[in-house]
C-alpha cells in the first residue's frame, strides 16, 4: 500500500508542469487527498486540498495558478500547476487520508516529487 508521485522536474518561470499521484494497493476513492511541499530550510505547508467528494481548497499563494482534480477510475489525484514561479520551487508530497465521523482512520504520504523553477 502506497502512493506514488510523479510528474516533477524542472522548469522555466512561467511554465507548467503536472504532478499524478496514483494509489497503488488500495483505492483513492474514500480519501481526500491533500499535495503538500517542502522548501529546504521552511516547513512543509499545504498547496491544495480535494476531498472524496470532489470539493477543492487551495492555499492564496496557488490559487489561479494550480488546479487539483481526481480521476477515480484511474485512481489518480492530479496538481496541475501552471505560471510557476522560482518559490515554488520544493518538494511535492502526496497525502491521502481516510476520515470517518471527523476522525483520520488510515493517512499515507508519498514519498515526494522534486519540482524546480528555475531559468
Known amino acids: 500500500v502506497q502512493l506514488v508521485e510523479s510528474g516533477g522536474g524542472l522548469v522555466q518561470p512561467g511554465g507548467s508542469l503536472r504532478l499524478s499521484c496514483a494509489g497503488s494497493g488500495f483505492t483513492l476513492d474514500y480519501y481526500a487527498i491533500g499535495w503538500f511541499r517542502q522548501a529546504p530550510g521552511k516547513q512543509r505547508e499545504l498547496v491544495a486540498g480535494i476531498t472524496n467528494g470532489g470539493s477543492t481548497k487551495y492555499a492564496e499563494f496557488v490559487k489561479g495558478r494550480f488546479t487539483i482534480s481526481r480521476d477515480n477510475a484511474k485512481n489518480t489525484v492530479y496538481l496541475q500547476m501552471n505560471s510557476l514561479k522560482p518559490e515554488d520551487t520544493a518538494l511535492y508530497y502526496c497525502?491521502?487520508?481516510?476520515?470517518?465521523?471527523?476522525?483520520?482512520?488510515?493517512?499515507?504520504w508519498g514519498q515526494g516529487t522534486q519540482v524546480t523553477v528555475s531559468s
Open positions: 497525502y491521502a487520508a481516510q476520515v470517518v465521523a471527523g476522525i483520520v482512520e488510515n493517512d499515507y
